[in-house]
């Protein structure tokens, strides 16, 4: 047993340490077999008559390369309520131990002490909701095992402060649980980033809110594998369905369809807020990094019964510490939204005349795109947009693959985000190959008619290599690579796999693209190049004149 296990295993509850779980008839032989009669399964497919797997392995896989934390630390339970109570289980006796909860804050935790007989001690905020490391670490007590922080907060909807948090996490010695169920909505950094620092880090998020699968019940615990090792040992062993990891897998293929719901919904809930501010009977709404809204109104009492008598729901947050007046409305779509805003502003009942709701949906513009291309090998998903640059977030499984692909953003200033899902227990190849084939398709979809943009090249020094990228996107096509590397591999991407990224890539996008580029050290080289092409496509891209053509001295290409 390492440190951090050792560290880890003192704060378990002693009935636990030495558990032997329940072992599945599965678990005997990973090997695939032709016939299975080990576990009294019904032998007549219909899609549901075997056990799911247990261990979620392919689930885990796809959450680990969007989360960017390794499969073996993730655990998956059924929503991120089963998270909660296993963590009651491991760690705190019954009727023996106590758990410190800041207040206002999410129900379960409360509610599943109660189950497991220990007692909770309210820390409470402050007026604005904000967090006193102080204040929380002066109600823990000699029993106290845990304490559950929610970071964006369950009901204020503020993000907690960061440097808060980590002085909870020096100044106790039992387990601290950051629960992120509306991270994706913060601009904030997870907590996940923590883990190698922190053992007694526990990190929840859930599939129910951005990722839109509320219905599904899949959340989420990242933590250490000791910890995540300990959560499996004592779980249900078939605790998230068949159907429920299939559908979760096939979501979580599109994760830039999630990502535009995300962004629509952060839009959308600066407009209700705005909107719901300058209103008389709204005394105050609360600051969120979430996708929910607490507002203070004058009368809640009128306001819940006449949103109720318009058909709408929202949830009466009054009798909660801190929270006298408050209703806490979840953000909707544009529609939803304007429905609410019409209903409180007293003017209408927000239907237009021909009973449908008035709609705020905006028309988009700029040069965006989005591709996804899914074949039996790889799912990717490809975001630019040629107009605005935005940290690329690119997430592939590969990690040299990954910082190359940054390069294209960064150099290129545009927006850029991709995600691949690949079969690398085979190779690189599909992947390398699908993304440039993805990437290319959305450049081409992005830059649409291509009215008034350049055709450029650039050179540049990458310490002792060289790199020269030539891109012409008049629409003429060829390819040509003029590059040696010396290693059979670079990080952990095959060197050939390089000049067919770009082919493929070229392909795709229907460009001129020429490549050379020499030096010793390969790294150095393919930066360079993937440099060079990013400040290629940057010029080349940029609009040079309103509604212009293409420059051609033919005036046709
Ligand atoms: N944590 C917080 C803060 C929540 O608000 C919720 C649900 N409202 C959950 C966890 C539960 O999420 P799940 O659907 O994954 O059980």
């Known amino acids: ?34 016939i299975y009669l080990d576990a009294n399964e019904n032998p007549y497919p219909n899609g549901v008559n075997r056990y799911p797997s247990p261990h979620q392995t392919k689930l885990k896989e796809m ?52 189950i497991n007989d220990v007692r909770v001690i309210d820390a409470p905020l402050d007026g604005n909701f904000a967090l006193d490391a102080a204040a929380v670490l002066s109600k823990v007590e000699k029993d106290t095992k845990v304490i559950f922080l929610c970071s964006p907060n369950n009901p204020s909807g503020n993000l907690l402060d960061s440097r808060q948090i980590l002085r909870i996490l020096d100044g106790f010695d039992g387990i601290v649980v950051v629960d992120e169920a509306y991270i994706d909505f913060a601009d904030g950094e997870s907590f996940t980033m923590r883990l190698a620092e922190y053992p007694r880090l526990v ?38 369905s068949v159907l429920n990891q299939s559908k979760a897998e096939e979501l979580l293929s599109y994760p830039l369809a999630a990502a535009d719901r995300v962004a629509e919904i952060k839009s959308e809930r600066s407009r209700l807020a705005a909107a719901l501010s300058g209103m008389d009977s709204v005394v105050k709404v609360y600051p969120s990094d979430a996708n929910f809204l607490l507002v203070r109104f004058r009368d809640k009492t009128d306001i819940f019964d006449r949103l109720l008598q318009n058909g709408i729901i929202v949830r009466d947050r009054s009798s909660v510490c801190g929270c006298d007046g408050c ?13 609410v805003i019409a209903v409180i502003s007293g003017e209408t009942d927000g239907r237009t005349a021909d009973g449908k709701s008035a709609s705020a949906d905006s028309i988009k513009t700029g040069r965006r795109a989005s591709c996804y291309r899914k074949t039996g090998e790889t799912a990717v998903s490809v975001r630019v947009d040629l107009d605005t640059f935005r940290k690329p977030v690119t997430a592939t499984g590969l990690g040299f693959f990954n910082h190359m692909l940054e390069q294209i953003g960064y150099h290129g200033g545009i927006g850029l985000e991709i995600i691949c899902f690949g079969d690398l227990s085979t190779d690189d190849h599909h992947s390398v190959e699908d993304v440039a084939i993805a990437l290319g398709d959305c450049l081409k979809k992005a830059l649409g008619d291509k009215s008034g943009i350049g055709r450029y090249g650039f050179c540049l020094p990458m310490d002792e290599a060289e790199a020269m990228v030539l891109l012409d996107l008049g629409g003429r096509t060829d390819f040509l690579w003029n590059v040696t590397l010396h290693e059979p591999k670079v990080g952990d991407v095959s060197s050939q796999m390089f000049r067919h990224f770009f082919k493929s890539l070229s392909e795709h996008l229907n460009c001129n693209l020429h490549i050379k580029a ?26 040079e004149q309103q509604g212009g053509a293409i420059p051609s001295s033919k005036g046709w290409i």
């Not at 009935?15 to 077999?33: E, G, H, L, V």
């Not at 899949?218 to 040992?233: E, L, P, Q």
């Open 1 to 34: 047993m390492n440190q951090r296990e050792n560290i880890i295993s003192l704060l378990l509850r002693d009935n636990i340490r030495n558990i032997t779980p329940y072992s599945t008839a599965r678990d005997d032989c990973k090997a695939k077999m032709d």
């Open 63 to 114: 959450l680990s390369v969007l989360k960017h934390v390794p499969a073996e630390n993730i655990f998956t339970g059924n929503g991120s309520d089963e998270a909660i109570d296993l963590i009651f289980r491991l760690f705190c006796p019954p009727e023996k131990s106590s758990m410190v909860q800041v207040v206002p804050t999410y129900g379960m935790y409360s509610v599943a002490a109660a």
């Open 203 to 240: 990190v929840l998020q859930t599939m129910s809110k951005a990722w839109g699968m509320a219905g599904l019940r899949i959340g989420i615990a990242i933590a250490d594998k000791f910890i995540v090792d300990m959560m499996s040992r004592i779980k249900y062993p078939y605790n998230i």
């Open 327 to 339: 209703l806490r409305i979840t953000v909707g779509t544009p529609k939803e939204n304007d429905r």
């Open 518 to 543: 020499a030096g010793e050290n390969d790294h150095h080289i393919v930066e360079g190049i993937f440099k060079a092409f990013a400040r290629a496509l940057k010029s080349a891209v940029k609009q």
